[in-house]
């Protein structure tokens, strides 16, 4: 079963526009993890954060983990057209990954 | 580093037909898997390892097999192929302490 559950499913923003991306998931975890997938490819890691965590940065990324409402959040702050691909959270039981669905993000131009 | 390669990238395969993908990474990475994306879903896990020898079924094991005879290489067997293993297939490998793990291009296979 997925654990994971990102929302929303799909999301379009103008370029330069922020894009914040929710994922909940429903038992403890070790890490909660985000990769990107470009349009058929393979998935590319973006940030790892450990549950005793709060928030992490990573260049144009933000994510924040709230382990108490079991939920995660990806923000991308100004958006560019390369940042157009699905997002998925993963929740990291002994390195085993479970996926939710992804939001797909189109940035347009 | 050519990272983690799959091959083929595409496969066509009849019902009943068997076949190996292959899966190849050159990060002595302790830690590698298999996983099925199928459209509209997140990534499945079918198998992992843990090591040379050490195989376990993951979310998804029915019609898999697998075997790890070298820390390189970790191919993935369809016994008898089924329209319900037409999917995008993904090899992922992780060094043991660090969590990210690295993904392959994938294999696109459809059953006929």
């Known amino acids: 079963s997925q654990q994971g559950e990102e929302d929303p499913q799909a999301l379009s923003i103008q370029e330069g526009e922020n894009a914040t991306m929710n994922c909940s998931y429903k038992t403890s975890i070790n890490n909660l993890q985000w990769y990107r997938q470009n349009s058929g490819r393979g998935l590319v890691h973006l940030i790892l954060i450990r549950s005793n965590e709060r928030e992490k940065h990573s260049g144009r990324l933000r994510v924040t983990l709230d382990t108490s409402k079991k939920s995660s959040s990806l923000l991308i702050t100004a958006s560019r057209a390369a940042d157009t691909a699905s997002y998925f959270c993963a929740t990291d039981e002994d390195y085993k990954l479970s996926f939710g669905a992804g939001t797909t993000v189109t940035v347009r131009a | ?112």
């Open chain 2, 1 to 112: 580093n050519a990272g983690v390669t799959q091959t083929p990238k595409f496969q066509v395969l009849k019902t009943g037909q068997s076949m190996t993908l292959q899966c190849a990474q050159d990060m002595n990475h302790e830690y590698m898997s298999w996983y099925r994306q199928d459209p509209g879903m997140g990534l499945r896990l079918i198998h992992y390892s843990v090591g040379a020898g050490i195989t376990d079924q993951g979310e998804v094991p029915n019609g898999y097999n697998v075997s790890r005879s070298t820390t390189e290489d970790f191919p993935l067997r369809l016994l008898s192929a089924a329209p319900s293993q037409t999917s995008v297939y993904f090899c992922a490998s992780s060094p043991f302490g660090q969590g990210t793990q690295y993904f392959g291009p994938g294999t696109r296979l459809t059953v006929l």
